[in-house]
């Protein structure tokens, strides 16, 4: 089935250091991926919708210049959290929709997750 | 304004039992619904969905069913097994669109 691959897996920096997040789709393309944050004991929320060759569309109160998101490929998005800070700390995923599924139009199919830990 | 909702946030069954999570939504234009399973450390994995044009859904052992008018979906497991253990996302959305808005999740646990 379809994978999207996530890297890393966790990091760890200090206040005021960019972290970059890689979503990879291994075995198909995607033009659109979909990045999501969870706090602990909430829902996954979508933060924005990465398009391939084109910006990307943050959902409201999400800072586009906070999170950079760039899909250069039809394989590749990548997440940057510039100048992090304590409160940024979450797990984020990213997702993608590998073509038609036979069970269902919507489904998206999730990478494994980056928890990040400002400190 | 959590527009899903999963009321329950965990849920304890004996294995062999049904599993049954429940999810309420506010937006009776949500026409697209989707179940997901987490462990820990993980992203979530697709497991079944169904759409307004329906009222139940079933695979194997997960069966989804969806009441429109009292805006509720809910998973049921039969039998439940001890891997079956995660958390339990519902998912709403609009066909057509990527866009879910997740509930908060259900931990589910199967005791052997």
Redesign the interface.
């Known amino acids: 089935g379809a994978v999207v691959s996530q890297h890393p897996s966790r990091v760890i920096c200090k206040s005021g250091t960019s972290v970059k997040i890689e979503c990879r789709s291994l075995d198909f393309q995607a033009t659109t991926m979909f990045w999501y944050r969870q706090f602990p004991k909430q829902s996954l929320m979508l933060m924005a919708t990465s398009n391939e060759g084109s910006k990307a569309t943050y959902e409201q109160g999400v800072e586009k210049d906070k999170f950079l998101i760039n899909h250069a490929s039809l394989t590749l998005s990548t997440l940057t959290v510039t100048s992090a800070h304590p409160e940024d700390s979450s797990f984020y995923i990213c997702s993608a929709r590998a073509g038609t599924a036979l069970s269902g139009a919507n489904v998206l199919t999730f990478g494994a997750g980056s928890r990040l830990t400002v400190l | 304004d ?1 527009q ?1 909702k999963q009321n329950s ?1 965990s849920l304890s069954v004996q294995e062999g039992r049904i599993s049954i999570l429940n999810c309420d939504y506010t937006n009776s234009m949500f026409d ?1 619904f ?1 179940w ?1 399973k987490k462990y820990p ?6 497991l ?2 169904i ?1 307004s044009i329906k009222d139940k859904n079933e ?1 194997g052992r997960f069966t989804v069913f969806l009441n429109k008018s009292a805006k509720h979906l809910s998973l049921h497991i039969v039998p439940s097994q001890p891997g079956d253990s995660a958390v339990y ?1 519902c998912a709403a ?1 609009f ?11 259900t931990r589910l646990k199967v005791l052997a």
């Open positions: 959590q899903v946030p697209y989707l997901y450390a993980e992203g979530p994995t697709f079944i969905s759409s695979d996302f959305s066909l057509g669109t990527y866009k879910y808005i997740f509930g908060t999740g």
